[in-house]
């Protein structure tokens, strides 16, 4: 009779764990998510990081030899480029795309921190009115007084 017990209480105990076992592997695999991009980047997207891949790239050689770099800043027009969604192409990237492609020939003719500035500033000027999402991004290209 004793020996029942034991089976029977044993056998109460490795099912409890079982299916303790069995229902927290299940909570595992509940909390796994899967991330995924749905669509690849669009030319306007792309375009815009590589332009902030640059502005890093001089502002960096800037800092690390205290004398401007002779680095160019040359990309196609804005406003040939496809964006993310149609609408991103409003009348003010339309207009801002040739007065931007201006101050990039203005840069490219004599680097200077006046002309990036000057880049970073028409930057903050479209997103300002099209798509602030970058703002802070573009912001920290904005030059410290003490530069």
């Excluded at 749905?38 to 001089?58: G, Q, V």
């Excluded at 409003?90 to 492609?101: N, Q, R």
Aim: hydrophobic share 40%; proline share 5%; charged share 20%.
């Amino acid at each position: 009779m004793m020996m029942k017990i034991v089976k029977i209480i044993l056998s109460i105990v490795t099912l409890t764990l079982l299916s303790f076992c069995s229902s927290e592997s299940e909570d595992s695999n509940k909390k796994v998510k899967v991330v995924s991009i749905a669509n690849s980047p669009s030319e306007m997207a792309i375009l815009m990081r590589e332009m902030d891949a640059r502005l890093f790239e001089i502002e960096g050689k800037y800092e690390k030899t205290g004398i401007w770099p002779e680095l160019s800043f040359e990309f196609p027009l804005i406003s040939d480029q496809n964006p993310t969604v149609e609408t991103m192409m409003s009348d003010v990237v339309t207009s801002l795309s040739p007065v931007f492609a201006d101050i990039l020939t203005d840069y490219n003719q004599a680097p200077s921190k006046e002309g990036l500035d000057k880049i970073v500033q028409a930057c903050l000027a479209c997103h300002y009115q099209s798509c602030p999402g970058p703002l802070v991004r573009i912001e920290k290209h904005i030059f410290d007084a003490g530069y």
